[in-house]
């Protein structure tokens, strides 16, 4: 199956500096990511949809200027947290699927943990 | 996307079928049901998805009524690697690649020695 993924898996960085995350689609063009975040024993929540060449869109209560996402290219999209704090603490997901056709699963990356001390 | 209500957990012994409920009352003509699980400090994982008819694959079966108000996953014979949060979805089919995903609470199995 297709196969996105993550980097890093984990992450520790001191409060105030910024930290960024890279989703890539190994296998597969992707229009269209999305970043989850979850914090421990709850569900995912969507932060934003990711829009290849264009503009994310952010959920509601979602600052955009701390989370910045950058979708460059049709395989690779960036979350970079800026001026972390300890409550930025959690675990980042991100989703995609290929661009073309009809495919109806999502797939997800394996996750980063990111740990602001 | 309609809510979709699972029990909060559940215990299933190790080879036996584990079945995992769904309640999704609201659910519209055009709206499939979706499964994914999440092993713990893991990505979710696509599991299967139907519309009317039952659906099996190499993962799970899934069992759908007839009014479409709710449905089961069976995991046929449970192993200790199939300990998750398994969630319900439902959602209308995309093209595109436009999947976006609204995840619920889950169902969180243990599957016991």
């Known amino acids: 199956g297709a196969v996105v993924s993550q980097h890093p898996s984990w992450v520790i960085c001191k409060s105030g500096t910024s930290v960024k995350i890279e989703c890539r689609s190994l296998?597969?063009?992707?229009?269209?990511m999305f970043w989850y975040r979850q914090f421990p024993k709850q569900s995912l929540m969507l932060m934003a949809t990711?829009?290849?060449?264009?503009?994310?869109?952010?959920e509601q209560g979602v600052e955009k200027d701390k989370f910045l996402i950058n979708h460059a290219s049709l395989t690779l999209s960036t979350l970079t947290v800026t001026s972390a704090h300890p409550e930025d603490s959690s675990f980042y997901i991100c989703?995609?699927?290929?661009?073309?056709?009809?495919?109806?699963?999502?797939?997800f990356g394996q996750g980063t943990r990111l740990t602001v001390v | 996307d309609a809510k979709t209500t699972q029990p909060p957990s559940m215990d299933c012994a190790e080879g036996r079928a584990a079945n995992l409920p769904c309640n999704h009352s609201?659910?519209?003509?055009?709206?499939?049901v979706y499964w994914y699980r999440q092993i713990h400090s893991q990505g979710p994982q696509y599991i299967i998805h139907?519309?009317?008819n039952n659906e099996t694959n190499e993962m799970a079966s899934l069992i759908i009524t007839e009014d479409r108000k709710s449905s089961t996953l069976i995991l046929p014979h449970a192993t200790l690697r199939d300990t998750a949060v398994y969630y319900c979805?439902?959602?209308?089919?995309?093209?595109?690649?436009?999947?976006?995903?609204?995840f619920g609470t889950g169902t969180k199995l243990q599957v016991i020695p």
């Open positions: 979805i439902v959602r209308p089919e995309h093209s595109g690649g436009y999947q976006k995903v609204t």
């Open positions: 609201t659910i519209s003509g055009n709206e499939y």
């Open positions: 989703s995609a699927t290929p661009a073309a056709g009809l495919n109806t699963e999502a797939f």
């Open positions: 990711s829009n290849e060449g264009s503009k994310a869109t952010y």
């Open positions: 139907g519309l009317k």
């Open positions: 296998d597969f063009q992707a229009t269209t």
